[in-house]
């Protein structure tokens, strides 16, 4: 059992701006009880609870079995033992938890789990994109539906969508749904020499395409010696005027790895909770944005959907699109442990 006081411990640190504490003595103790009912119903249900870093600190903090990346979190789908799956994300992520273990159960207490990327296309869509580009690899970002995966040859996810465009055996892709990341590829291709023909599909994340290059220069006056980490689905003059790039995950390794009198993280705001959380006396600057998506998700959503589930918090996929989009994410572990064992 949790109490107020001790919740109010863990989350003190979660600073909106870096000054305003998002979480008083006060709201600590209004959120314990039901803290306390989900990890008792995690028992009777055997459930394991996997969350993104964009979901709220007040998630991550306390029920969240694991968070982290897309990729760190199929790799958990994939080998939990529990029954039940509660994915704490976006619709597309917990579909990738149910093809990899598709004999657990995949709960998703999101109340609006779409995408800007992910809804950008469907599998027709591919379906006719490969008529009309047949010696094009047809590589998906996981921010796709499963109907889309279904109809690609590889899924990449952003830690490692670098490394597996570079290796896939054929100078023809086509790159989709996001459009800013294809170019960021392309662009770091060039950079090594790589000469790829890669094709992109015109998605955007609504989050990440915001970012302002000129905010970077303006705080890199303000705050010396600041570093700055964006997402790949940044726009490429943000990349490049960033010292880092990447995952979520790899974004919080870089603040772990390189210390720094501030940071400027370009990505959703949960990441820089997190980071607060994780690294209590670093410093943040600079906004964020929130994702609509990932922060439909509440505690009390997570108890709603162990407790008493609706049909549609279940994830059940279409038997007609399990057999391809399995093939396209097995791949992307096969190019990544290719990686690993070098
Ligand atoms: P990650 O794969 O880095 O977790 O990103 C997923 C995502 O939706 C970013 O907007
Ligand atoms: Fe999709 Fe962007 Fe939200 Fe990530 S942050 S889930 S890409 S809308």
Known sequence: MITGAALYDRLKDVKLGGTICLFTPEKCEQIAPIVNEIERLKKEHDAVILAHSYVGPEIIATVADFSGDSYELSKWAKSTTAKTIVFVAVKFMAETAKLLNPSKRVLMPSTNNGCTLADSITGEDVKRLRQQYPDHTFVCYINTTVDVKAQCDVCVTSSNVYHIVET???????????????????????????????????????????????????????????????????????????????????????????????????????????????????????????????????????????????????????????????????????????????
């Open 168 to 342: 896939i055996p054929n100078d023809k892709i086509y790159f989709l749904p996001d459009r800013l990341m294809g170019q960021n590829v392309i662009n770091s291709l060039k950079e090594k020499g790589i000469e790829k023909e890669i094709l992109l599909w015109n998605g955007t994340c609504y989050v990440h395409e915001e970012y302002d290059p000129d905010v970077i220069q303006y705080l890199r006056k303000e705050h010396p010696g600041l570093k700055v980490a964006s997402h790949p689905e940044c726009h490429p003059d943000v990349v490049a005027q960033s010292d880092f790039v990447g995952s979520t995950s790899q974004m919080l390794k870089f603040v772990a790895d390189n210390p720094a009198p501030a940071y400027f993280m370009l990505t959703e705001c949960g990441l820089t909770s997190r980071l607060q959380l994780e690294h209590p006396t670093q410093k943040f600057v600079g906004a964020c944005t929130m994702c609509r998506y990932m922060k439909s998700n509440t505690l009390a959503d997570i108890a709603r959907v162990l407790s008493s589930p609706d049909p549609i918090d279940e994830i059940h996929l279409d038997p007609e699109d399990v057999e391809g989009a399995d093939r396209c994410i097995t791949r992307m572990f096969e190019y990544t442990n290719q990686t690993a064992t070098r």
